[in-house]
């Protein structure tokens, strides 16, 4: 079973999308599992403050790295003691940052052989750079933007992440048919009924996709 760890402030904003759809009953399935662990739980203060200002200047709270390196051991469940522990073959931890390698359909066939993955969740103007140093450490970090666009956190990014290997999973699918990236497959895509009609105008579907030839149908594909 695939094990995902999210390292996150709002793990009531991840849940409710990995709950639901296709990720959600791979979770019911026990084909995947979902964890979380949250900084504020690791921090040393009283007041549970898991940020604090940049040295250098500039705007905005940075967060703290040990809060997050230790809520990443908890999820790998790494022992402080260099004895023993979990095999970092098995395990990786996945840290975004907006000028990062793209995230691709290779990189999620290649987390897909995980046991373990930890995906670190930024806030505020990012996580103290000496907590991926740490990291590293622990286990494989490999550093990721998703999208072009700069988020508000690190969970919009993870979510994509899940999905993305989730859906690679002997299994969620149904077949391995079903990972359109597998395929030969349009962005266009068509359903019945066959014609559409809208403000007098009618729209019809390709009539290569009603002929049931394969061959011209995957050379339509490619085409489009």
């Given at each position: 079973?695939?094990?995902?760890?999210?390292?996150?402030?709002?793990?009531?904003?991840?849940?409710?999308?990995?709950?639901?759809?296709?990720?959600?009953?791979?979770?019911?399935?026990?084909?995947i599992?979902?964890?979380?662990?949250?900084?504020?739980?690791?921090?040393?203060n009283?007041?549970?403050?898991?940020?604090?200002?940049?040295?250098?200047?500039?705007?905005?709270?940075?967060?703290?790295?040990?809060?997050?390196?230790?809520?990443?051991?908890?999820?790998?469940?790494?022992?402080?003691?260099?004895?023993?522990?979990?095999?970092?073959?098995?395990?990786?931890?996945?840290?975004?940052?907006?000028?990062?390698?793209?995230?691709?359909?290779?990189?999620?066939d290649?987390?897909?052989?995980y046991?373990?993955?930890?995906?670190?969740?930024?806030?505020?103007?990012?996580?103290?750079?000496?907590?991926?140093?740490?990291?590293?450490?622990?286990?494989?970090?490999?550093?990721?933007?998703?999208?072009?666009?700069?988020?508000?956190?690190?969970?919009?990014?993870?979510?994509?992440?899940?999905?993305?290997v989730?859906?690679?999973?002997?299994?969620?699918?149904?077949?391995?048919?079903?990972?359109?990236?597998?395929?030969?497959?349009?962005?266009?895509?068509?359903?019945?009924?066959?014609?559409?009609?809208?403000?007098?105008?009618?729209?019809?579907?390709p009539?290569?996709?009603?002929t049931?030839?394969?061959?011209?149908?995957?050379?339509?594909?490619?085409?489009?």
């Amino acid at each position: 079973m695939m094990r995902f760890h999210l390292i996150t402030l709002f793990e009531d904003e991840c849940d409710a999308y990995l709950s639901a759809s296709i990720v959600g009953r791979a979770r019911k399935e026990k084909k995947i599992s979902v964890a979380y662990q949250n900084p504020r739980d690791f921090v040393d203060n009283k007041w549970g403050k898991v940020d604090e200002r940049p040295y250098g200047g500039g705007p905005g709270m940075v967060m703290s790295a040990m809060p997050v390196a230790r809520a990443v051991q908890r999820a790998l469940r790494i022992p402080t003691s260099p004895r023993g522990g979990m095999k970092k073959s098995r395990a990786v931890i996945i840290w975004f940052s907006p000028s990062a390698k793209q995230f691709t359909n290779k990189d999620a066939d290649a987390l897909a052989k995980y046991g373990d993955i930890a995906l670190v969740c930024g806030r505020y103007e990012g996580i103290d750079e000496r907590a991926k140093k740490i990291l590293k450490t622990l286990a494989p970090v490999k550093e990721f933007a998703v999208g072009e666009a700069v988020y508000t956190g690190g969970e919009v990014p993870a979510l994509a992440v899940v999905d993305a290997v989730t859906r690679r999973l002997p299994g969620v699918l149904g077949k391995d048919a079903s990972v359109e990236e597998r395929r030969i497959a349009s962005r266009a895509v068509y359903t019945r009924p066959e014609t559409i009609e809208y403000k007098k105008k009618k729209y019809q579907v390709p009539k290569v996709l009603q002929t049931g030839h394969h061959a011209n149908i995957n050379a339509w594909r490619q085409k489009r």
